[in-house]
């Protein structure tokens, strides 16, 4: 079918157009900002689309940033030929289909570093410092192996048994699953939450995201959203092999009846846990609301 072009360029006041009640598509004042320094830069480059009656279906952002600069008209395109359904569609389609690009990094690089060295602005561009700075970050494998765990000192500061006082906090040098480590460190006060990590007994290898290809140099990488490049997932790759210990209940059981009613009770008080049963609670623990110091927590590994 034919591809309806639509060339004329007319001049609307900014006060009259309507934005879409509708639009899905935000913009802060930071980006509206950015914007407008590009319109100041490059000029008015990219004319806002709008309907017959000056609704805007592309530009919304464009015409806030005009608003800013105190422009009086902006440059616009009627798109006469679009059905009312054919609006709504293009008002996410004009987004949604720029954010679907990628980046050649190795490209993207070249032209930033050689627009540094003009001595251009790179804000202007729209990258900020952060994202500048990933993408000019040296990479190099290190010294040593991330994972290498170094050998345990002689004298260490802390030793199995050492119960450290933190204002009113205390952290012992213990196990959690050792039933006089935790009364212990709880010093006769009975918990009102414990904080776990589920599930336990299980083999942690973040190693996949270099199988998969998603990883550059050891760190995944993804550049969304236009222009925002962020890095995901975790530098280090090795196994997590130190997270085998799935039972508690020893520990659990051995801390005394008097305890071991109080946490059953507190858990007890979600209406949920009470229409589940208590079987089905142990499997799926429920968040409960923190009203006390006293609180029980096995550290996030991996």
């Known amino acids: 079918m034919p591809v309806t072009l639509s060339e004329t360029i007319v001049q609307r006041r900014c006060a009259a157009l309507i934005p879409y009640a509708r639009n899905a598509r935000t913009h802060s004042d930071q980006q509206v900002a950015q914007i407008a320094a590009s319109i100041r830069e490059f000029?008015?480059?990219?004319?806002?689309?709008?309907d017959e009656e000056d609704g805007i279906i592309a530009g919304h952002g464009r015409v806030l940033a005009a608003h800013l600069l105190g422009l009086d008209e902006v440059p616009c395109i009627v798109l006469a030929h679009l059905t009312p359904t054919q609006r709504r569609a293009y008002v996410l389609a004009d987004n949604k289909l720029a954010l679907n690009a990628g980046w050649d990094l190795e490209m993207l690089s070249l032209e930033i570093g050689e627009l540094g060295e003009a001595g251009f602005d790179l804000s202007l561009t729209g990258f900020d410092e952060f994202e500048l700075g990933e993408l000019f970050a040296e990479r190099t494998q290190g010294r040593t192996d991330p994972d290498d765990a170094p050998e345990p000192p002689a004298h260490p500061v802390a030793e199995p048994g050492d119960l450290w006082a933190l204002g009113h906090h205390r952290l012992l040098c213990g196990d959690s699953t050792v039933a006089t480590d935790v009364?212990?460190?709880l010093g006769g006060v009975a918990p009102h939450l414990m904080v776990t990590d589920p599930p336990y007994g299980v083999n942690y290898d973040p190693?996949?995201?270099?199988q998969a290809g998603r990883?550059?140099?050891?760190?995944?990488?993804r550049i969304a959203t236009g222009?925002?490049?962020?890095?995901?997932?975790?530098?280090a790759v090795g196994?997590?092999?130190?997270d085998d210990r799935a039972d508690w209940r020893e520990a659990r059981r051995d801390q005394g009846r008097h305890r071991a009613g109080q946490l059953s009770r507190l858990r007890l008080r979600d209406p949920l846990a009470n229409h589940l049963g208590q079987k089905q609670l142990r499997d799926r623990p429920r968040p409960l609301p923190l009203q006390a110091r006293a609180v029980l927590v096995r550290g996030a590994q991996g």
């Open 43 to 50: 000029g008015f480059t990219n004319p806002v689309l709008i």
């Open 215 to 221: 990883s550059i140099n050891g760190t995944t990488q």
């Open 227 to 235: 222009t925002v490049i962020k890095p995901i997932g975790a530098r």
């Open 183 to 185: 009364e212990r460190v």
């Open 239 to 242: 196994k997590v092999i130190n």
């Open 207 to 210: 190693a996949w995201r270099n």
